[in-house]
C-alpha cells in the first residue's frame, strides 16, 4: 500500500501535523517554550540539565517570540519560505516552513513571532495576520496548534 511521495509533499506533511524542524523552526537560538514544545520539556528531571535555570527564568518571565502557525485564507496563494508575515499591519517575523495541505485546500506556514513585550495566546489569535508573497499581502488565520482539518465524508460514511 506504500505509494512514491515527493520531498515537498512529505515537508508539507511535516508542517500540517506541527512538527518543527532543525533549521528551520529549532536551532541554538530558540527555546522549547519558544518553539510550543515545553510538553517535552521534564524540569524536574534529577540532576537537572544544561539551560535549566534559563529555561525556569523564562518560564516565570515570559516569552517574547514564539512560533505560530498560520493558513493563508486566499486557496491560490502559495509561499515558499521566507516571506515576511504582518500582525495587524506591523512586520514580526518570517515564514520559517510552509506546505500546502491538501486537507485545507491551501497553503499552511509557521512563523516566529517576535516582540518587545510577553506574547500571550491572545496576542497571537486576537489579530489580523497577512502574508507578503512577491509584493502582494495575502491575509492568513493564526493557530496556536495545527489547524483543525475537516471532517472526510468517507469516512463518516463508513462509521
Given at each position: 500500500g506504500l505509494k512514491d511521495a515527493g520531498y515537498y509533499t512529505i515537508d508539507a506533511l511535516r508542517v500540517e501535523a506541527g512538527r518543527r524542524a532543525f533549521g528551520t523552526e529549532l536551532g541554538p537560538d530558540e527555546t522549547p517554550l519558544e518553539a510550543g514544545l515545553a510538553f517535552a520539556v521534564?524540569?524536574?528531571k534529577p540532576g537537572g540539565f544544561i539551560g535549566r535555570d534559563a529555561?525556569?527564568?523564562q518560564q516565570s518571565e515570559g516569552v517574547k517570540k514564539r512560533l505560530l502557525m498560520v493558513s493563508v485564507d486566499d486557496p491560490q496563494a502559495f509561499p515558499w519560505g521566507g516571506e515576511p508575515v504582518l500582525r495587524d499591519g506591523q512586520p514580526v517575523g518570517e515564514l520559517t516552513s510552509t506546505g500546502y495541505s491538501l486537507a485545507l485546500g491551501r497553503a499552511i506556514g509557521m512563523v516566529y513571532v517576535r516582540r518587545g513585550e510577553?506574547?500571550?495566546?491572545d496576542f497571537l489569535l486576537k489579530a489580523r495576520y497577512e502574508i507578503n508573497i512577491a509584493g502582494e499581502r495575502f491575509a492568513a488565520t493564526?493557530?496556536?496548534?495545527?489547524p483543525p482539518k475537516p471532517p472526510n465524508p468517507s469516512r463518516q460514511a463508513s462509521a
Open positions: 521534564r524540569m524536574d529555561l525556569r527564568k510577553i506574547i500571550t495566546d493564526p493557530h496556536v496548534k495545527p
